[in-house]
Each structure stands twice: as C-alpha cells, then as structure tokens.
C-alpha cells in the first residue's frame, strides 16, 4: 500500500522560512514525478513545483526564485525549501507521487503565513 506522509508545516511570519518534507512508502523500482501542490481556501488545487524522474524542476510564477524542491531518491523523499513566505501562499499543502501508472497524494500539511 502506497502512502505519502507530509510533514513541516505550521506558522510562520511573513518573510520567515518553512521545509516541507514527504516521505514515500510502499513504492518498490523507480518510480516518476514527485512534486507539491497547494490549495488555499476558496481556490483550485495548484501545482507548486515539480521535480520529475529525469531530474528537471518546475516551478509556479509565483514561487519562482523563492522556493527550491529537492528530492532523494534512495530515500523516496521530496522536500520543499520555501524562503521569504508571503500570506498568498497560505494553504493545504499536498505531495504527490506518479507511479505504477497512477497518482498517489498525500493528506496534506496546513502552512499558514501571518502578516
């Protein structure tokens, strides 16, 4: 059974920092995408940043330049770095795992940023 366990989230003032990890169980081989999705309330989920088994990233706009996603593959873990916080990206924070030709999500971290 495949199961993704986030954790790090939390309060923090705007311009502070947070680490969301994820860590992946269940999964055997190699295995694709892994990335972070967010959903604030009110609005649609969005992807947040990406990091897939080829090793490219990708990024929201919005996160541009402030987030970095990095991720271990021996460990099927994926972290999200996110520096100088704004209240916007206040939100339910989801991982997320392609593989076996399936998506997997986790259950979500709450991030709250204060102003």
């Known amino acids: 059974q495949v199961q993704l366990v986030e954790s790090g989230g939390g309060l923090v003032q705007a311009g502070g920092s947070l680490r969301l990890s994820c860590a992946a169980s269940?999964?055997?081989?190699?295995?694709?995408?892994m990335a972070w999705y967010r959903q604030a309330p009110g609005k649609q989920r969005e992807l947040v940043a990406s990091f897939s088994s080829g090793g490219s990233t990708n990024y929201a706009d919005s996160v541009k330049g402030r987030f970095t996603i990095s991720r271990d593959n021996a460990k099927n873990t994926v972290d999200l770095l996110m520096n100088t916080l704004k209240s916007e990206d206040t939100a339910v924070y989801y991982c997320y795992l392609w593989w076996a030709w399936r998506d997997y999500w986790g259950r979500g971290t709450q991030v709250t940023v204060s102003s």
């Open positions: 269940g999964i055997t081989g190699s295995f694709g995408t």
